[in-house]
């Protein structure tokens, strides 16, 4: 049931990060709560494991600022590399006479 609640934190916190970080846009809505879930389901496995006791409050915060930390690290990097290569290809069509497919945006 714990497990349940740590995807449950972990998704709320992807889906705050999500909402708060620049770039959204270069991604779709459910990547960065998907990661924060898995990130937190993950930790709090491995912790478990490690021998912390899930109904301390250790796990908890180890487990909800490790994702936090995650979530936020991960989705700046996406932000940042989906910029560079969009603009990149941009400017490859561009370049290349393309312009037709340079400027729709479902192309």
Do not use: Y
């Not at 708060?20 to 898995?38: C, F, M, Q, S, W």
């Not at 389901?41 to 899930?54: D, K, N, R, S, Y």
């Amino acid at each position: 049931m714990e497990l349940l609640f740590v995807i449950l934190g972990g998704a709320l916190l992807g889906l705050g990060c999500r909402r708060a970080l620049p770039n959204r846009e270069t991604h779709g809505v459910i990547l960065v709560p998907a990661i924060g879930a898995g990130s937190a389901a993950t930790l709090w496995v491995a912790l478990t494991w490690a021998g912390l006791p899930w109904n301390g409050g250790v796990i908890w915060w180890i487990t909800l600022l490790g994702a936090l930390a995650l979530v936020i690290l991960i989705d700046l990097k996406i932000g940042q590399l989906r910029t560079t290569r969009d603009a990149d290809q941009l400017d490859r069509l561009i370049k290349n006479g393309d312009t037709a497919r340079a400027t729709t945006p479902s192309g």
